[in-house]
């Protein structure tokens, strides 16, 4: 069995992932070879023309048809290169979709949950140009690596027979140069990895300052943030041109090997043809060959830092691919399609060691009803729609839905069967219909308007310049926060599920935004359960059912009624609205 990828080095797992694009690969190391070995027929024909011409005095016309043969030879190499190359930028775009495409749907199957703890600038680095960096290295590395075996090798089994004093020259020399490579890019390679940190972090903070460039500006720390931004840029420079010296170092000292060992290929032949040792075919023809001999070792040269980036970006995609997926057996029943009751039953749950939401937390939502669950922030609220939307799962205790638990149930349908409107919905950068059809893009126009119209949205989407097929801007960019609710409400009206949990749906809104929401909430409520993340008093209104949470536990239940005249923790929340403070976030 294979080490995990964790414990692999990052050459290892680059290796790992070849024979995926062994067949392709090798097919452009083959077009190279075929290529390099119709250079050696090339060569032998431009010598022979000029020995004849030179020694032996031949007329023009005689050579017109060795002359003419070298037309296709031109052609026919160029053919062979280009093909090689396209050949070679396929195998290594299809393994791009692939790893990209793989790495994504590892990232949505570890969830929300583990997401919440990474750098996000660092992923969307990894993805993006990380796996770039992986395409570059097998679609122009490995190929180069390849072709710089096989070639070199097939002249120098053509050039031995014919003058093995050369040849010698040849095979002497050719390991200097990836010897070299090698030792100097043994300190490039760590230097590299640093770059790619370096870059990630840079990444990372340049995300969170646009993200919360308003925040900045508000608290005069823009400047401070954008010197510290261009600190890391500086530092992230600076590691590049460490890189870069020792990138340039390495072509240096190979450009120098290739000269001088082609320059005393062209002394010796010259000595030799001097002293009428050597014919003057065979001297021009190991004259054409030697460049050209050398020619895949500085190609090799050139693409070298493919490698050191392939190896600094593989090293955290490594990681990411590493993560242990939940262990988990899916369930394979399905809900019953009506409005369920939910019940928790003693669950603990942490988002990680140390870090406990919930501590025996029992509650139930009965089927039908609209359940707020209120409490100081902290007291695990979110954590109870994180579990029930499959973020995270409880260490201890049971979740039932209708009696059946929910790890019972199969988690698509299950899905299928859950709306969530969360306290900042995500409307993506495409028209107001695209965005709500998100859950079912086979709805209707008059299906769309009437999710519209229960979500109390139809009114300002119409007076938008192209109404509902007005482009909206990333995360709904010119629309205000009730308006964005109200298109999340709407979404969730037209998946038409019997579960809708909305965390904090009145969250930093004024009172006319949150007045359409509870209205909009009132029509969405029939025929669903619903469970509610409540802020605002006037959200608790609206209960049938009511959950008081403090530090992950349940203090207190029932109907709202019941809870004012208890005088309990609930009345004390209530108490504290009155004064204005608001129900607990």
Same mark, same amino acid.
């Given at each position: 069995?294979?080490?995990?990828?964790?414990?692999?080095?990052?050459?290892?797992?680059?290796?790992?992932?070849?024979?995926?694009?062994? /067949?392709? !690969?090798?097919?452009?190391?083959?077009?190279?070879?075929? #290529? @390099?070995?119709? $250079? +050696? =027929?090339? %060569?032998? &024909?431009?010598?022979?023309?000029?020995?004849?011409?030179?020694?032996?005095?031949?007329?023009?016309?005689?050579?017109?048809?060795?002359?003419?043969?070298?037309?296709?030879?031109?052609?026919?190499?160029?053919?062979?290169?280009?093909?090689?190359?396209?050949?070679?930028?396929?195998?290594?775009?299809?393994?791009?979709?692939?790893?990209?495409?793989?790495?994504?749907?590892?990232?949505?199957?570890?969830?929300?949950?583990?997401?919440?703890?990474?750098?996000?600038?660092?992923?969307?680095?990894?993805?993006?140009?990380?796996?770039?960096?992986?395409?570059?290295?097998?679609?122009?590395?490995?190929?180069?690596?390849?072709?710089?075996?096989?070639?070199?090798? /097939?002249? !120098?089994?053509?050039?031995?027979?014919?003058?093995?004093? #050369? @040849?010698?020259? $040849? +095979? =002497?020399? %050719?390991? &200097?140069?990836?010897?070299?490579?090698?030792?100097?890019?043994?300190?490039?390679?760590?230097?590299?990895?640093?770059?790619?940190?370096?870059?990630?972090?840079?990444?990372?903070?340049?995300?969170?300052?646009?993200?919360?460039?308003?925040?900045?500006?508000?608290?005069?720390?823009?400047?401070?943030?954008?010197?510290?931004?261009?600190?890391?840029?500086?530092?992230?420079?600076?590691?590049?041109?460490?890189?870069?010296?020792?990138?340039?170092?390495?072509?240096?000292?190979?450009?120098?090997?290739?000269?001088?060992?082609?320059?005393?290929?062209?002394?010796?032949?010259?000595?030799?043809?001097?002293?009428?040792?050597?014919?003057?075919?065979?001297?021009?023809?190991? !004259?054409?060959?030697?460049?050209?001999?050398?020619?895949?070792?500085?190609?090799?040269?050139?693409?070298?830092?493919?490698?050191?980036?392939?190896?600094?970006?593989?090293?955290?995609?490594?990681?990411?691919?590493?993560?242990?997926?939940?262990?988990?057996?899916?369930?394979?029943?399905?809900?019953?399609?009506?409005?369920?009751?939910?019940?928790?039953?003693?669950?603990?749950?942490?988002?990680?060691?140390?870090?406990?939401?919930?501590?025996?937390?029992?509650?139930?939502?009965?089927?039908?009803?609209?359940?707020?669950?209120?409490?100081?922030?902290?007291?695990?609220?979110?954590?109870?729609?994180?579990?029930?939307?499959?973020?995270?799962?409880?260490?201890?205790?049971?979740?039932?839905?209708?009696?059946?638990?929910?790890?019972?149930?199969?988690?698509?349908?299950?899905?299928?069967?859950?709306?969530?409107?969360?306290?900042?919905?995500?409307?993506?950068?495409?028209?107001?219909?695209?965005?709500?059809?998100?859950?079912?893009?086979?709805?209707?126009?008059?299906?769309?308007?009437?999710?519209?119209?229960?979500?109390?949205?139809?009114?300002?989407?119409?007076?938008?310049?192209?109404?509902?097929?007005?482009?909206?801007?990333?995360?709904?960019?010119?629309?205000?926060?009730?308006?964005?609710?109200?298109?999340?409400?709407?979404?969730?009206?037209?998946?038409?599920?019997?579960?809708?949990?909305?965390?904090?749906?009145?969250?930093?809104?004024?009172?006319?935004?949150?007045?359409?929401?509870?209205?909009?909430?009132?029509?969405?409520?029939?025929?669903?359960?619903?469970?509610?993340?409540?802020?605002?008093?006037?959200?608790?209104?609206?209960?049938?059912?009511?959950?008081?949470?403090?530090?992950?536990?349940?203090?207190?239940?029932?109907?709202?009624?019941?809870?004012?005249?208890?005088?309990?923790?609930?009345?004390?929340?209530?108490?504290?609205?009155?004064?204005?403070?608001?129900?607990?976030?």
């Amino acid at each position: 069995m294979p080490p995990p990828i964790a414990a692999q080095r990052p050459e290892t797992w680059l290796a790992g992932l070849r024979p995926r694009v062994r /067949a392709t !690969l090798n097919l452009a190391q083959a077009l190279g070879l075929a #290529s @390099g070995v119709l $250079l +050696l =027929l090339q %060569a032998w &024909l431009v010598a022979r023309v000029v020995d004849a011409g030179v020694m032996r005095h031949a007329a023009l016309a005689t050579q017109w048809p060795w002359l003419l043969a070298l037309l296709p030879l031109f052609a026919l190499r160029f053919a062979l290169a280009r093909a090689s190359e396209r050949v070679a930028f396929h195998a290594g775009a299809r393994l791009r979709r692939e790893l990209r495409d793989e790495l994504l749907r590892h990232m949505q199957r570890l969830g929300p949950g583990w997401l919440r703890g990474q750098p996000r600038g660092e992923l969307v680095n990894s993805v993006v140009d990380g796996i770039e960096a992986l395409e570059a290295y097998y679609a122009r590395y490995l190929p180069a690596i390849g072709i710089t075996a096989l070639v070199p090798a /097939a002249m !120098l089994l053509v050039v031995l027979p014919v003058d093995w004093i #050369s @040849g010698l020259v $040849l +095979l =002497l020399t %050719a390991p &200097l140069i990836p010897l070299f490579m090698w030792l100097i890019g043994k300190g490039a390679e760590e230097l590299n990895q640093q770059q790619w940190a370096r870059l990630a972090y840079l990444s990372g903070r340049f995300l969170d300052a646009l993200q919360g460039l308003t925040t900045l500006k508000l608290l005069g720390a823009a400047r401070r943030e954008a010197e510290v931004v261009a600190h890391v840029s500086e530092d992230y420079r600076s590691s590049t041109m460490r890189v870069l010296r020792v990138a340039f170092l390495s072509s240096l000292v190979l450009e120098f090997l290739a000269t001088v060992s082609i320059a005393v290929v062209a002394v010796l032949i010259g000595f030799r043809l001097l002293w009428g040792q050597m014919h003057l075919a065979t001297g021009l023809f190991v !004259l054409l060959v030697a460049p050209e001999y050398y020619a895949p070792l500085r190609t090799m040269g050139t693409v070298y830092h493919l490698r050191m980036d392939a190896i600094g970006a593989a090293t955290r995609i490594a990681q990411v691919l590493a993560e242990p997926l939940p262990d988990l057996v899916p369930g394979t029943r399905r809900p019953s399609g009506a409005a369920p009751a939910l019940r928790f039953d003693e669950i603990h749950f942490a988002w990680s060691p140390g870090r406990d939401a919930l501590r025996g937390c029992s509650f139930d939502a009965p089927a039908g009803a609209l359940t707020v669950l209120v409490g100081a922030s902290g007291a695990g609220k979110s954590s109870v729609l994180a579990l029930l939307l499959g973020f995270g799962r409880a260490q201890r205790g049971a979740i039932a839905v209708d009696g059946v638990a929910l790890d019972a149930l199969d988690p698509q349908a299950w899905l299928d069967a859950v709306a969530w409107v969360p306290q900042q919905p995500h409307l993506f950068a495409a028209s107001v219909a695209d965005n709500v059809r998100l859950a079912r893009p086979q709805a209707s126009d008059a299906q769309l308007r009437a999710a519209l119209r229960a979500a109390q949205a139809e009114a300002f989407v119409d007076a938008l310049p192209q109404g509902v097929d007005t482009v909206l801007g990333e995360r709904g960019t010119g629309l205000s926060g009730g308006q964005l609710q109200r298109i999340a409400l709407a979404r969730a009206y037209l998946k038409d599920a019997p579960l809708l949990l909305l965390d904090e749906p009145t969250a930093s809104l004024d009172a006319h935004s949150q007045q359409a929401v509870l209205d909009a909430l009132r029509g969405l409520r029939r025929g669903r359960t619903v469970l509610v993340v409540a802020h605002r008093l006037r959200t608790v209104e609206l209960a049938d059912h009511v959950v008081v949470l403090d530090a992950g536990r349940v203090v207190e239940q029932g109907a709202p009624a019941q809870l004012r005249a208890s005088g309990g923790a609930f009345a004390a929340l209530l108490a504290q609205a009155a004064a204005g403070a608001g129900v607990g976030a």
